[in-house]
């Protein structure tokens, strides 16, 4: 898959191709069946190749300074996930004042028309762009019909499985991380959500209680889970370029017990006494063993914890 970025990005000479425009954060089960369509209308169409637009800095963040959402996937994994449902290029642009700017009938005729020749459009129903949001889908279809494009707006994809309808949404799923439920996020996004970052040196209390612990600087505006300990799989690079996933109990939170002021992610690889640190790695919940508690006794945190590891064992049907 080509990355490009900038509005420059497009490599000259691009032919005709089926773009998809969107954040993408979580690429969830949403966002996969709206790539998958592009992806499906691209080879309707006679092979195109399939470019996914997407921003950085978040838009809200441009619009609202210091209200960027939690994140749910870097760029870097945002890309390695399109790239594995088919998509040829991603084109990364720079969210800034001035492009917030352009009015929507730019944005189409410039990137759109101009720099990757579209064929076809795919969106969803919600999506707007242009100056104030003031472009939707009808404005594209209208801007489509003026420039020889087809526009496709998708439907919300939904669920009822858990008991209620659900309308999958990066907002849905950066609430289900907060509260803890890191089982509903899983299921929004089709796989366990994942934290990302570089182990750092930690107060090393784990090793003294025969728990080390891998302790993880998440990535800015990271969505990290709502205090707790959790189950969940120590993930990082394998020696054949794939992932390397090791089971792992994970406690987020202060260290109540210790009387701690700095909210942590901390990791315990099960049946691994490897050092960790200086590593880039990610976390994936799969689910929640617990809240966080202040227990009165090293001993009593240590029972806690003995079980923890059990329950971590059983969820990840170890």
């Known amino acids: 898959m080509q990355r490009w970025r900038g509005r420059d990005g497009v490599p000259p000479g691009w032919g005709r191709c089926v773009v998809t425009i969107g954040v993408f954060d979580g690429v969830h089960r949403g966002h996969q069946q709206l790539i998958g369509r592009a992806v499906e209308r691209a080879r309707e169409l006679g092979d195109l190749p399939t470019v996914l637009i997407t921003f950085d800095p978040h838009p809200s963040e441009v619009l609202r300074p210091g209200s960027h959402p939690a994140q749910l996937t870097t760029l870097t994994r945002r890309a390695e996930l399109v790239a594995g449902l088919g998509v040829d290029a991603f084109w990364v642009l720079p969210f800034t004042q001035e492009f917030a700017h352009v009015s929507p009938a730019e944005f189409v005729h410039e990137l ?153 992610v901390e990791a315990f690889v099960l049946d691994h006494s490897e050092d960790f640190y200086g590593q880039r790695v990610g976390v994936d919940f799969v689910g929640r063993v617990r809240g966080m508690t202040r227990f009165d006794s090293i001993d009593e945190l240590v029972v806690a914890m003995d079980g923890d590891v059990a329950t971590t064992r059983e969820l990840l049907g170890l």
């Open 112 to 264: 759109l028309v101009d720099r990757l020749h579209a064929s076809a459009v795919v969106v969803g129903r919600n999506f707007t762009y242009g100056y104030k949001a003031a472009g939707d889908v009808a404005e594209l279809e209208r801007l489509g019909q003026r420039f020889g494009f087809e526009a496709i707006g998708l439907d919300l994809v939904a669920d009822g499985d858990r008991g209620r309808t659900v309308t999958f949404s990066s907002t849905y799923i950066r609430s289900s991380i907060a509260a803890g439920d890191v089982e509903a996020a899983a299921d929004a996004l089709g796989r366990p959500h994942r934290v990302e970052g570089v182990v750092v040196r930690g107060d090393q209390r784990g090793r003294e209680l025969g728990y080390p612990t891998a302790n993880v600087a998440a990535t800015e505006h990271a969505a990290i889970p709502a205090d707790g300990v959790y189950a969940g799989w120590f993930v990082r690079p394998g020696p054949d370029g794939g992932e390397q996933r090791l089971p792992t109990a994970v406690s987020v939170g202060t260290n109540p017990t210790f009387s701690g002021q700095v909210r942590t």
